[in-house]
């Protein structure tokens, strides 16, 4: 069945280093969406992609899709506390399959 | 604009015991699922309903059942809880293949 794999599972950085998490996919998708959970908290949509190859941003953020739409990316420049949580992708085919997820810690 | 609202938001259990985790969203939205959350394992659906009227297995559905009540409720049934399903669990819903808006989540705890 369909897979989403996420990497890493987790990352510490110091504030103001840049963070990236990568999200594959066994199959192809029609879109894939982000979403980040705080401590404690509930997920909470970030954005959805859709074209092959498309690049959105976010004020820091960063999404790119794959041009096989079969993988992702989240990079977030200059980390704050803030960013703190477990980002999330999920892709879609005929049902929307979440990643495993990767935990973001920030060092102050 | 209360969104998705899902009770009890706590819940201790002994094994064998049943509840329902009941759910309710008032933005209008046709589909509705069910999510478990376990460390290190993302999000798994556990079960699903893409209009009032219909539900659909997922990834997880056994030890489960669900009632889509009517367009507005969906509840999560545990008839003989078991600790494999200590989780926390969470409603969601969203418009046909858009966004998907989550509970705040039920903490769930067997013993």
């Known amino acids: 069945g369909q897979q989403v794999m996420q990497i890493p599972q987790y990352q510490h950085v110091q504030e103001g280093e840049d963070f990236t998490t990568y999200c594959n996919s066994s199959?192809?998708?029609?879109?894939i969406q982000w979403y980040k959970q705080r401590p404690g908290g509930h997920p909470v949509f970030l954005i959805q992609l859709v074209k092959s190859g498309e690049v959105k941003k976010q004020k820091r953020l960063t999404f790119q899709f794959g041009e096989a739409k079969k993988n992702s990316s989240l990079h977030i420049t200059a980390t704050q506390t803030t960013d703190v949580g477990t980002y999330f992708c999920a892709g879609r085919t005929d049902k929307l399959i979440f990643g495993t997820g990767t935990r973001l810690q920030v060092f102050p | 604009n209360a969104g998705v609202t899902q009770t009890p938001k706590f819940q201790v259990l002994k094994t064998g015991q049943s509840m329902t985790l009941q759910c309710a969203q008032d933005?209008?939205?046709?589909?509705m699922y069910w999510y478990r959350q376990d460390p290190g394992m993302g999000l798994r659906l556990i079960y699903y309903s893409a209009s009032e009227g219909t539900t659909d297995k997922g990834e997880v559905p056994n030890g489960y059942n669900v009632s889509r009540l009517n367009k507005r409720e969906f509840s999560l049934r545990l008839e003989s809880a078991a600790p494999s399903q200590t989780s926390v669990y969470f409603c969601?819903?969203?418009?046909?293949?858009?966004?998907?808006?989550f509970g705040e989540g039920s903490w769930l705890t067997v013993v």
């Open positions: 933005m209008n939205h046709n589909s």
């Open positions: 969601a819903s969203s418009l046909q293949g858009n966004t998907i808006y």
């Open positions: 199959t192809t998708l029609s879109n």
